[in-house]
Structures are given as C-alpha cells and as structure tokens.
C-alpha cells in the first residue's frame, strides 16, 4: 500500500513542523511567531537573523520557516534547554 506509506510520511512531517512552534513561543496562538514572541524565548535573536528566518517575508515565523531554522541552527531546537 504505496499510498499508506506516502500518507504516514506526510503525517510525519507535518507533525515535525508542529513540533518546531511551540506554545510556549507562539504566545498569541495565531500559529505564527512574531519578532516579540520569538525574543521572549531567544533575547539574542537579532532583526536580521529574524529576517532570515522569515524567508517568504511576510514579517512573521510559520512553522516551515522555524523547522527551517532549527535545521540550519538558526535558533537552538526548542525541544532542548539549553
Ligand atoms: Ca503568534
Ligand atoms: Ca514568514
């Protein structure tokens, strides 16, 4: 069932995703994270780095753009304190 595999994979990823925005850092709950949400989590987040970061630059974080830049180490995973 190539179709069963295609859809777990999927699931897999978007769950991923999910896990890269987390509560803690969306505070508003739009699903988004805004320069001020995210530097309540990392005050040593720059606006360029934000800039970064917001690839699509719509001036916000989704979650694609934050799984991004955990990936590339932009901002330490937020699973893990440091
Ligand atoms: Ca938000
Ligand atoms: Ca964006």
Same mark, same amino acid.
């Given at each position: ?9 999927? *699931?897999?990823?978007? *769950? ?7 509560t803690e850092? &969306?505070? +508003?709950?739009?699903g988004?994270?805004s320069?001020?949400e ?6 040593e987040?720059?606006?360029?780095l934000?800039r970064?970061?917001d690839? +699509?630059g +719509?001036?916000?974080?989704n ?5 991004i830049?955990? &990936? ?11």
């Open positions: 069932m190539k179709n069963v595999t295609l859809v777990a994979a999927l *699931a897999a990823s978007v *769950a991923f995703y999910a896990n890269a925005m987390t850092i &969306d505070t +508003d709950g739009d988004m994270a320069l001020s995210l530097l309540v989590s990392y005050p987040l720059t606006e360029e934000f970064e970061m690839t +699509d +719509d001036g916000l974080i979650d694609e753009e934050m799984a830049a955990v &990936d590339l180490g932009m901002l330490a995973d937020p699973d893990i304190d440091a």
